[in-house]
Structures are given as C-alpha cells and as structure tokens.
C-alpha cells in the first residue's frame, strides 16, 4: 500500500475546536453546565426547530423519542430496513414492534407507496408511527408523510442523522429543512465522528412541541422533575414533618421527584463545546461535500459499469455518496488493496439475525435487498483532497477498466 489510507468519511477537528474542549474543561462544569444550553441554542436555530435537546448519542436520542411518544409492547412502527440499526432498535427499547417497508430503488428512501400499503391492508389504528431516515443525507419528503401520518393517526421521528443542513422543496416551492419540526414531531441527529458534526460521542433532539420537549428533558435525567408546581407528593412530606402539619408552604430546596422511569442520556459540557465549534462549519462542510457528490456525479454519469448513484439533488446533504455496481465484492476488495476503505450501507436491518428471530426473512423486502447486492459509498468527507478523490475514480474506473 503506497498511499495513505483513505477512509469512507472521517472527522476533522481545528485547533479552534481544541481550544473549545480546552476551555470548557478549565471551567467549573464538566457536565450539564452553560455549553450545553448554548449548543441546543445553537442547533435549534441550524435546523430551524424551536426546541433542541442534547444527548448522549443518537441512539439514546431515539430511544428518548419513542419513549416520549409512548411506544410500548403492541406499538407497531414502521421504518426502512435500509438505516443503522438504531432507527429500528429504539421500537424494540420500549417493548415495540417493527415493521419494515420496502424503499424505492432510486431515492433509497422508505418508499411512501410501500408504507401507504401497509396502512391500508391493516385495520386503521394498526400502527402507532413512522421513523423515516433521511438516508446518506437525502431528505425525506416529509410533507408527503405528514399527509398520510393525518390520515391514519401516527407521530413521526425524522431520523436525521445523514442530513443536518439538508432540504427538500415543499409544495410551495418552500425549503424544509431537516429537523425543523415542521412536519415531523421529533427529529433526532448525531455526533458521531463520521457525521457531519462529531462530538465525540452526543445527539440531538430537535421539535416544535413544547410538551414532547419538556418530557424529553425530564427523561434524559431519570425521570427527575425540578419544579414545585408539578410536584405529585404534599409538601408536608417533602418537608419530612412527623406532624400532620409542618406549616410549611414551599417545598424545600432540596426537594425533587422522580415522576417516571428516566435514563442518564445527557451529554457533557465539554462534547457540547466541541459540537458547536464544529456546528459553526457545517455549511462550509455541507458545500465541501456537494463539490465532491459533483465530481462522483460528473465521472460516473454515462458510466455502464455504474448501476446508480446517489446524483446531484438541491438540499442533499451527502453524508454518503453511494454507487451501485455489478462486482461489488471485486472493486471492494480492489480499492481496499490501494488503501482506499469504502463502505457498504447497510446491510438490510431486517435481515440481520435479530430480526430474522422475529421471523424476518429474505425476500420480504426485494428492493432493499437488491440495492444491498450492489451499493458501495465512496469516500465523502470535507477534508478529503481533490487529490485523493481523483485517485479515488481513477482506481474505480481501472477497476471496471474504462
Ligand atoms: C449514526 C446513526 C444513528 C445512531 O447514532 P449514534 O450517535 O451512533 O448512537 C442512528 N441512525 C442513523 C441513520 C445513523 O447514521
């Protein structure tokens, strides 16, 4: 291997995010403290949602959402079976069932038609909800599920982890952007260091919903609720008097309750320094990106060797660029010989072993299936060289020797 690895996607950290961590770990707050709050502020307004809560990691951050939205066992959620595990895993936390849908073959999507079908072959109140996946950073047309969420009475969690930044145009020719909370109730993003924003490990919530957002942050800390006027218990016993009456009329300072069964899903101060040090470059990020999804786009545009790809979309946010070939295993191997590490996204959910368990089986869903056979996501990363994006081509096309 004469080059220097070349990964599917990576973080880049500047020596103004160092400074960032740096200062947040000389205050007197590691976690809970100012930047988190900051943070939130920050993404809300990225996303254009009027609420933010930050997270562990992604994966909490759904977990939070199908809790808040009272998924539990019975709840049948319908997802794509081609996303990260977690975007199905947060039905099956609460004790619910997934049901996947097939996706469309040229978006990659969830495919509406597919979930409509669902829907109508089921007796109305069937289902409980729908998690879309804006995935490799195309955004769903949520206007389009809002429509049909109306009609049967189902929430949405946007799972928008491949997309901050990204759009689709409405009916109105109006820009929607990815979690403004618009159409979906919740919204959930990560910070993991592939994505377009790393924090380490975190993820965010994003909502118009006043109430979802007030459960939210009581469930990121265990349940605990920090307000007298909410409280179940008397003040009496808060006080802790033996009398039947303390004549007290407050609660005491340090009183608090556990109301429901939270979790400790929130993040530290520090991470969320790093989050909105990085949140200021996003769309220096984002447009890094589209240059590079233009060059794929423009290389491999008549190419007969390549089956699909993700093409040019305005609002695409690119957290992937996807090609389908025939040999995919061949050029794998070829490009990892070279040091170049594409990726395969993803391996279809509902045929991993759990959920075979739960009697998913091959075949049930042909078109995610059939994009598995062929798909490979080329390196997409803000920092990678326009160099190294050349040598990435030309290996492909020696490859399929063009
Ligand atoms: C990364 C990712 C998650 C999970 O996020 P973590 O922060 O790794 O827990 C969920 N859904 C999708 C689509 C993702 O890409």
């Known amino acids: 291997m004469q080059n220097k690895p070349i990964p599917y996607g990576r973080q880049n950290i500047t020596e103004e995010d160092i400074q960032a961590v740096v200062e947040t770990l000389k205050s007197d707050y590691l ?11 920050a993404f809300a307004e990225y996303s254009g949602s009027k609420y933010a809560v930050a997270v562990a990691n992604g994966t909490a951050a759904l977990h939070l959402c199908a809790l808040t939205l009272g998924v539990k066992e019975g709840s049948k959620v319908i997802t794509t079976p081609i996303t990260f595990a977690a975007s199905a895993n947060c039905v099956r936390y609460c004790g619910g069932e997934v049901v996947f849908a097939d996706i469309h073959p040229e978006t990659y999507l969830l495919d509406i038609n597919s979930v409509k079908k669902l829907l109508e072959d089921a007796p109305k109140g069937t289902y409980s909800g729908i998690i879309p996946v804006d995935f490799a950073g ?28 990204g759009f689709f145009n409405d009916s109105n020719e109006q820009r929607q952007f990815c979690g403004n909370g618009n159409f979906a109730d919740l919204a959930i993003f990560s910070f993991h260091p592939v994505k377009h924003i790393a924090s380490g490990e975190g993820g965010m919530i994003t909502t118009n919903d006043k109430d979802l957002y007030k459960k939210l942050l009581q469930l990121r800390t265990h349940g605990i609720v920090k307000d007298d006027n909410l409280y179940k218990n008397s ?46 470059r996003a769309e220096e990020g984002l447009e890094r990106r589209r240059e590079i999804a233009q060059n794929y786009y423009r290389e491999f545009q008549n190419k007969p060797f390549v089956k699909g790809q993700s093409g040019l979309f305005e609002g695409h946010a690119y957290h992937l660029y996807i090609i389908e070939v025939e040999d995919r295993l061949g050029l794998y191997n070829f490009l990892r010989e ?22 998913w089986k091959e075949d049930d869903l042909p078109k995610a299936e059939n994009y598995y056979r062929h798909c490979i996501s080329l390196p997409m990363y803000p920092t990678l060289s326009p160099e190294d994006q050349d040598m990435v081509i030309s290996k492909i096309k020696e490859y399929y020797s063009e």
């Open 31 to 41: 976690t809970q403290g100012p930047k988190i709050i900051e943070f939130e502020k």
């Open 138 to 165: 195309r955004a769903v047309n949520l206007e389009e599920f809002k429509e049909l969420a109306k009609e049967y009475d189902l929430w949405i969690i946007e799972d928008a982890c491949h997309a901050p930044g």
């Open 235 to 280: 003040i009496d016993f808060a006080v802790g008097s033996t009398d039947q009456s303390s004549g007290a009329k407050t609660y005491p300072g340090w009183y608090m309750e556990m109301q429901e069964l939270g979790y400790n899903y929130r993040i530290t101060d520090f991470q969320a320094a790093l989050g909105t040090s990085q949140l200021k």
């Open 338 to 359: 070279q040091g170049i590490f594409a990726q395969i996204h993803y391996i279809p959910c509902h045929l991993m072993p759990y959920y075979r368990d739960l009697g």
